[in-house]
């Protein structure tokens, strides 16, 4: 990416303007511990410096991404608050009846309660809620509809993950958080690649040349088909009076 640090000060311009046009007040986020979200807490903080809030928000997690948010708001100076979703996620799942006959419609439950709550704060402060997916994520639906995805703002969406790492570098995120493998952090030793079934630079390099291995593209196109609807607004039946 040529400038980078341009490239960090439009973002930041972009995420003032939207806010002022909502009249907002700043910008609230989960804060996971991954690279994504350490990207976008340090974008948030340069916009708005005191009005800027990351929420830890563990649900049966590894405690790894707990230390490694805290790493990061230290890193930033950031003002955080911690919810703790796992009881509310245990109630939830106990409550619901039905045999679980898909692992995730269980899993997916994290996100969404994460989003519920992120919603909380932001209208408890006169915020938006800004979401942490890459374009390299959302092209291949690789996110949780109505759960990561149930924000107001992008501000990643149009950079690769390859990208998304010269952000932080830039960002001056802390190297153990750039480096470590991604995770959405849905199960015990999940990882972004291993459930895709291909690598992040196989991904970047599809989305950026149109090329790759043929039973890769193949899969990655027919990923991007299926998720469509992930991607757009709910369908609007048109009703023409008779």
Excluded at 107 to 133: E, W
Aim: proline share 5%; net charge negative; charged share 25%.
């Amino acid at each position: 990416m040529e400038n980078v640090n341009l490239v960090v000060d439009e973002i930041v311009r972009w995420l003032q303007e939207k806010v002022q046009e909502a009249k907002a007040e700043g910008l609230v986020f989960g804060l996971s511990g991954g690279i994504d979200s350490a990207v976008m807490a340090g974008l948030a903080k340069k916009a708005f410096p005191n009005n800027s809030l990351g929420v830890i928000m563990p649900c049966h997690s590894d405690p790894i991404d707990e230390e490694h948010g805290i790493l990061v708001a230290e890193k930033l100076n950031l003002h955080t608050e911690k919810v703790d979703l796992s009881n509310s996620f245990d109630v939830l799942t106990d409550s619901i009846k039905v045999e679980n006959k898909n692992k995730m419609a269980i899993s997916n439950l994290k996100p969404r309660l994460r989003m519920t709550t992120l919603y909380y704060f932001a209208q408890n402060n006169n915020y938006l809620v800004i979401g942490s997916s890459n374009k390299s994520e959302y092209t291949v639906g690789y996110f949780t509809k109505h759960g990561d995805s149930g924000v107001d703002l992008l501000p990643l969406a149009s950079f690769v993950k390859s990208e998304i790492r010269e952000l932080a570098r830039s960002l001056d995120i802390p190297d153990i958080i750039i480096e470590k493998p991604p995770t959405a952090g849905l199960w015990e030793d999940q990882t972004d690649e291993k459930e895709m079934g291909f690598s992040y630079d196989v991904l970047d390099n599809y989305i950026k040349t149109g090329e790759g291995p043929k039973e890769i593209v193949e899969k990655i196109e027919r990923m991007n088909a299926i998720s469509e609807h992930k991607r757009i607004y709910p369908p609007i039946f048109k009703f023409k009076q008779m």
